[in-house]
């Protein structure tokens, strides 16, 4: 010992105070564990390659749309009212919207469902841009109507989609539902505006310092980025005829002030058109792994429609008509089964149906009444707009 220091100056000591310190702290833990178990056993190290197995066949991940439409909204509350631990989970997957979805539902493997509009569908299928997807996209089911909004400035002086020709207008994202449908419907209507493609904030930015005359959304209503628009902000709306060249593919629909109380005045409605919006999946062999976790989807998703339809989930679940048709196309087998077996128990959809959902045949008795009804009630309904336009 030198220095007055009182650690062994030789390796062979030294390693012998280290091993002693290890066996302290080993045996003093083991007194610790010993002490909370009680005695009992220590629990076993979790499988986790048996995990993982658990969670990806229990797990649908459903392509929906950006923060500011419906879309995303309604996938999270599939989510809310659907999970169930590690036995069943729904992640809801920001997406570009209609265009882009039928596109991630049909390539991307890590994509089980995917929310578009019905008239897209037709339009990929008459293109045939991504091949003949007859055979490889089947639908769930109808899910809800969606509106089209056209939000100019207040002190602008259009007053109607004509008005529009030669302007620059934003069409919301590149392969989003609102660009790919705004398309059809100013085709249709004979107007040619300038296409501008960006997300609705930017858009009402620039609709504020007149870069843009217009900005167009197709969203189910209420809509997270029009429902914070303010009339004393600078905003209106502009009405959109339910003109005879959109009246075979679109609906006649109205924004009014429950849906959007800051932008239309009470017992002021605006007249708009609606598209249907579809849940829609890969068209996966039935003895395949992706097939039977679509099938799970079904059976835990539409015994529970009711559920979706109470506060505080979106109020476009009251639309939802899960015996509804989508003509010309096919709907995934064990959702056609589901439905044959328990068609009765369907709740009813809300009077504002859309026309597409009421006309389709319902071969049920008990539920015919219900579609017979909605079709009266909206029939009803275009009779209003038919005297709105005349006076």
């Not at 062994?8 to 083991?30: D, E, K, N, W």
């Not at 995917?114 to 997807?133: H, K, P, W, Y």
């Not at 085709?187 to 900005?215: C, F, I, S, W, Y």
């Not at 087998?333 to 045949?361: F, G, I, Y």
Request: with cysteine.
């Amino acid at each position: 010992m030198q220095g007055g220091s009182r650690w062994p100056q030789r390796p062979f000591q030294v390693l012998c105070v280290l091993i002693a310190v290890v066996l302290a702290a080993a045996f003093s833990l083991q007194a610790v564990f010993a002490a909370h178990y009680g005695g009992r056993p220590m629990p076993d190290k979790p499988n986790l390659g048996s995990l993982g197995e658990r969670l990806n066949a229990n797990t649908i991940a459903i392509v929906a749309g950006n923060p500011n439409a419906t879309y995303l909204t309604i996938a999270y509350d599939m989510s809310d009212v659907l999970d169930d631990g590690d036995n069943f989970r729904i992640l809801p997957v920001i997406g570009k919207g209609g265009g882009q979805n039928i596109r991630d539902v049909r390539f991307l493997k890590g994509i089980d469902l995917g929310i578009t509009q019905s008239i897209i569908l037709n339009e990929f299928r008459a293109s045939n841009e991504i091949g003949n997807i007859d055979d490889q996209i089947v639908y769930i089911a109808k899910l809800f109507n969606e509106e089209m909004h056209v939000v100019v400035r207040a002190d602008s002086d259009i007053t109607s989609l004509q008005q529009l020709d030669g302007k620059p207008v934003n069409f919301s994202d590149v392969g989003s539902g609102s660009q790919l449908s705004s398309r059809d419907i100013f085709r249709r209507l004979g107007v040619h505006p300038q296409e501008v493609n960006m997300g609705q904030g930017d858009a009402l930015e620039k609709l504020k310092t007149g870069a843009l005359a217009a900005t167009v959304l197709i969203a189910g209503k209420p809509t997270g980025a029009i429902a914070k628009l303010r009339a004393s902000d600078g905003f209106r709306f502009v009405s959109v005829p339910f003109a005879k060249p959109l009246q075979t593919d679109y609906l006649p629909a109205v924004l009014g002030h429950a849906d959007y109380p800051n932008m239309v005045a009470d017992g002021h409605d605006v007249d708009t058109i609606a598209v249907s919006a579809v849940l829609i999946a890969y068209n996966w062999p039935k003895d395949s792994d992706r097939y039977r976790r679509i099938a799970k989807f079904v059976d835990v998703f539409f015994p529970k429609l009711a559920a979706f339809q109470k506060p505080p989930h979106h109020p476009k679940w009251h639309e939802t008509n899960l015996a509804a048709t989508l003509p010309g196309w096919t709907r995934f087998a064990e959702a056609d089964d589901w439905l044959a077996q328990n068609r009765e128990t369907l709740p009813a959809a809300a009077p504002a149906v859309a026309r597409q959902q009421s006309d389709q045949p319902v071969a049920n008795k008990g539920a015919s009444g219900a579609v017979d009804s909605a079709r009266e009630q909206l029939f009803q309904q275009f009779l209003q707009w038919q005297v709105r336009q005349s006076q």
